[in-house]
Each structure stands twice: as structure tokens, then as C-alpha cells.
């Protein structure tokens, strides 16, 4: 794949892989993105996966020819980008690696070397020339790892922009973009809203025409439809209108009642209204839903003095990211001593900005004119908020 003139691609598509990091379900795969940028030097951004350092290599000589790699540029030390660093420094002998200090010291955590005698040490702002390219770098710290770096081309307009602007996916999947985008963006960099608000700052200045990521595709046209959506997503702002309901239920008297809230926010002209059964449900997916939509209701049992394993799971997802500038509705069903509502309050008491709503609903054991009352007050007071 050719980027610009001078910008190849050489990464790789990955369909043997079932979780992404252990935990996102990726039934497309994923793309570990590598690129080659030749000039009077050339340099390498970033390897692939372990599993494909043969492939890898084979891309970056059916690009670079007989011309051999003059620099191997890190900017993410996580596996998945650093595995075949070692690999890439024994086939090119004489290559440099360019990385921040704190990559430099996981490479000899993970490699028991960090190649000391050829390496360059950068930080923000530094340059490297190539020839008719200069690399301008940026700290990028925290997104989502502490050694981050991006770069940024300043003849072609291309930011290689590490994690930033990544999605689950292989790119010979042709899917949309967002979705993909949004669920990895929340799993897998949402907990560090601030620190990627920072880069986009750093990033605004720039005159940008390409972006390189390193996972999913690479992004040339309508880059402010990419940017504006990433902007919404770090500064945790409501990217649509909608109730997304969460709940778990074990005898379907829970069940019941989200259904029936649902089906009253629906004919109240609730935009839109999701609803997802936290033990079936992608939890990832529930929790893209709950970052994305501006209104969450919380809907599970009383379990053993607490609430169902699957909404604390969820509840622990939402306030390990930061969740935050929503409004919250709560429903209960206990059969004798019903404390879930509080638990699930004070499980995300530490979040910003959070708007409980005065209607709390209780169910005990099922539903009766009085809990269905309650709902129809929830839902009203949802579609007026």
C-alpha cells in the first residue's frame, strides 16, 4: 500500500487472533501497522506482532529493495508494535533505534538488551532529518503507555500517531469505521481522556493530511470528521442522544421491567434506546454504549447483599475509564432486602459529573402497579432531562 510517494506500508493483517489483549472480541481480526519512509536515509515506524516477524520483514524488503533500513523508529513499546525489535536489529546490523528514554529501558526489560550502542534517544520536539523528510517528535505520554511517541512528517503532512486514532479490525475487512473505532478507543485508551485531549492539542497546531496509526486504517480523506468524533471521545462529552439501559437479571422480572421502561421511552420519542443484557452482551460494547450516549439506567438485582457479578463487572469498567458528564437512572428488584440501587450509587461515586435522576425504581420480586408507576415517572423524567 503506498501512503505517499515516499510512505509504504508494510504492516500486517492478523485473523488467527480471538481476543485483543486477552479480553475485546475482534471476529474481524486486527491489523498491526508498520510503515517505511524512503529517503536519502530510510526509516522503519514500529514492528508487528511476534507470530509475524517473517512476514514483516519479507514487507519491508519487497519495499526497501537492496536499500537497508537506516532507523527503526518506536513510538509504542507494547508487544503487539515492539515484538520483532530484536529481530529487525539483527538482520540490519548497522540500523539505529529511535525511541523515548522510557521505551529504551522496557526494551531491556523485554529484550535484555536496550541496544545501547545504537540507539537515539529522543523527546518532544526533537527532529530527525532523512533527507527532503524531517521528523518532528511529539510525547505522547500515557496514550495509553507512560514511553509514547508520536511523529510527525513535516514534507508530507503525515502524523503517525501511534494507538491514537486505532480500531479493532484487519484492514482487508471492509466494516465502518466508528463503531470499531469507538468500542477500542473506550476498552483500550479511555481511562486516559486527558492525557489524548493533550496530544489533540499538540496535534491542532499541525498541518495534518495523513494519519498513520498503528492499528486500523490509515486516514486521508474527511480527517475532520475522525478528528471531531476523537474530540468528543477524550473529553468524555455525549456524542449522541439516547438512553442506554444496562441490566441482569436471573428469574426475568428484572428483564420485564427494562423492557417495559423501554418500551414507554420509545413512545415517549426517545431518540434512540439501547438496551443491553450484561451477561450475553459484548461487555465491551456495553460499555462503548454507556460512553457514547448521553443517559445511562442501571437495572440489576440484590445479590448476596450486593448486585449481580455482571452489572458490578460493567459498573467496574465505567469507573475505571472515567466515566463521567451523564445522567444516571437506577432500578432495583430485591426480594427482601433490596440495596442495589445504593450499591451501584456508591460504586461510582468517585466519577465526575454524574446527574442521578429523583425517580429510583424497586421491584420486589416483580413487577406491580407501584413499580410500574414508578417507571413510567423514570421515563418521563428521562425524555424531559
Not at 508498520?34 to 520483514?57: C, H, I, K, N, P
Not at 545504537?118 to 523527546?123: D, E, G, I, N
Not at 503517525?160 to 473506550?186: H, I, N, P, Q
Not at 496535534?203 to 475532520?224: F, R, Y
Request: proline share 2%; charged share 25%; hydrophobic share 40%.
Amino acid at each position: 500500500m503506498e501512503i505517499t510517494s515516499d510512505i509504504k506500508y508494510v504492516g500486517v493483517n492478523d485473523h488467527e487472533i480471538d481476543l485483543f489483549e486477552g479480553m475485546y472480541t475482534v471476529e474481524n481480526g486486527m491489523a498491526y501497522n508498520s510503515y517505511v519512509m524512503m529517503d536519502g536515509q530510510t526509516a522503519v515506524f514500529d514492528t508487528v506482532d511476534a507470530r509475524f516477524g517473517g512476514e514483516w520483514l519479507d514487507n519491508i524488503k519487497n519495499v526497501s529493495g537492496d536499500t537497508a533500513p537506516d532507523y527503526l523508529i518506536i513510538q509504542h513499546m507494547e508487544p503487539d508494535h515492539s515484538a520483532n525489535i530484536a529481530k529487525f536489529m539483527e538482520t540490519y546490523k548497522d540500523a539505529k533505534v529511535v525511541s523515548s528514554a522510557k521505551a529504551f529501558t522496557m526494551m531491556k526489560q523485554f529484550f535484555g538488551t536496550d541496544f545501547s550502542e545504537r540507539q537515539v534517544v529522543v523527546k518532544d520536539g526533537d527532529t530527525l532529518s532523512l533527507g527532503k523528510h524531517t521528523l518532528t517528535f511529539i510525547a505522547a505520554p500515557m496514550v495509553h503507555w507512560p514511553e509514547v511517541i508520536v511523529t510527525y512528517d513535516t514534507l508530507d503532512k503525515v502524523l503517525f500517531s501511534a494507538d491514537a486514532f486505532g480500531k479493532f479490525g484487519a484492514l482487508d475487512v471492509d466494516e465502518e469505521w466508528a463503531c470499531e473505532a469507538r468500542r477500542y478507543y473506550f476498552g483500550i485508551v479511555g481511562k486516559y481522556g486527558v492525557q489524548a485531549q493533550n496530544l489533540l492539542k499538540k496535534a491542532s497546531a499541525l498541518d495534518i493530511q495523513t494519519i498513520c496509526p498503528l492499528h486500523g486504517p490509515v486516514l486521508k480523506e474527511n480527517l475532520d470528521y475522525y478528528i471531531g468524533l476523537y474530540n468528543t471521545w477524550t473529553s468524555y462529552s455525549v456524542e449522541s442522544e439516547g438512553v442506554v439501559i444496562a441490566y441482569s437479571s436471573v428469574y426475568g422480572n428484572t428483564k420485564k421491567a427494562v423492557e417495559l421502561l423501554a418500551d414507554k421511552l420509545q413512545k415517549k420519542g426517545c431518540p434512540k434506546v439501547v438496551v443491553n443484557d450484561l451477561a450475553r452482551c459484548d461487555m465491551a460494547e456495553a460499555v462503548e454504549d454507556a460512553f457514547r450516549y448521553g443517559k445511562l439506567v442501571l437495572a440489576t438485582i440484590t445479590y448476596n447483599g450486593d448486585v449481580f457479578p455482571f452489572m458490578r463487572e460493567f459498573l467496574h469498567n465505567l469507573a475505571e475509564r472515567n466515566y463521567q458528564k451523564r445522567t444516571i437512572g437506577l432500578m432495583e428488584n430485591g426480594s427482601w432486602a433490596p440495596t442495589a440501587a445504593k450499591t451501584m450509587q456508591k460504586m461510582l461515586e468517585g466519577c465526575k459529573e454524574l446527574t442521578f435522576t429523583e425517580h429510583t425504581v424497586k421491584i420486589l420480586s416483580a413487577l406491580n402497579d407501584e413499580s410500574q408507576a414508578a417507571i413510567d415517572a423514570l421515563a418521563e423524567e428521562l425524555c424531559n432531562k
